[in-house]
């Protein structure tokens, strides 16, 4: 079973940037595409930026222009470029790899805090 493991998180400060990184422990065959998710305290994960085979990105309204993902062309590791931190930010981050005919595979998170 092909593990994922974010890294990258930590104490940013507003307006500060931070690249989180998720790498998989192997190959994963029939990979549709990947994203970035994200849960605050109290609140639902949600979707922050996702990646399919053909390259095309979307992102929520709430990072657009200041987050960016990109991924190898072997999907076995990905990114999430965030810039502009902001206090609302703050969230446990998680990667996911969609994968056909298969559950989506998850990493365990990484703790992102953005504080002044």
């Known amino acids: 079973q092909v593990q994922l493991a974010e890294s990258g998180g930590g104490l940013a400060q507003p307006g500060e940037s931070r690249r989180l990184s998720c790498v998989a422990s192997g190959r994963i065959n029939g990979v549709l595409g990947m994203a970035w998710y994200r849960q605050a305290p109290g609140k639902e994960r949600e979707l922050v930026a996702s990646?399919?085979?053909?390259?095309?990105?979307d992102y929520a309204e709430s990072v657009k222009g200041r987050f960016a993902i990109s991924r190898d062309k072997a999907w076995t590791r990905a990114h999430l470029q965030m810039n502009s931190l902001k206090p609302e930010d703050t969230a446990v981050y998680y990667c996911?790899?969609?994968?056909?005919?298969?559950?989506?595979?998850w990493g365990q998170g990484t703790q992102v805090t953005v504080s002044s």
């Open positions: 996911a790899f969609h994968v056909a005919g298969s559950r989506a595979i």
């Open positions: 990646i399919v085979g053909g390259g095309t990105t």
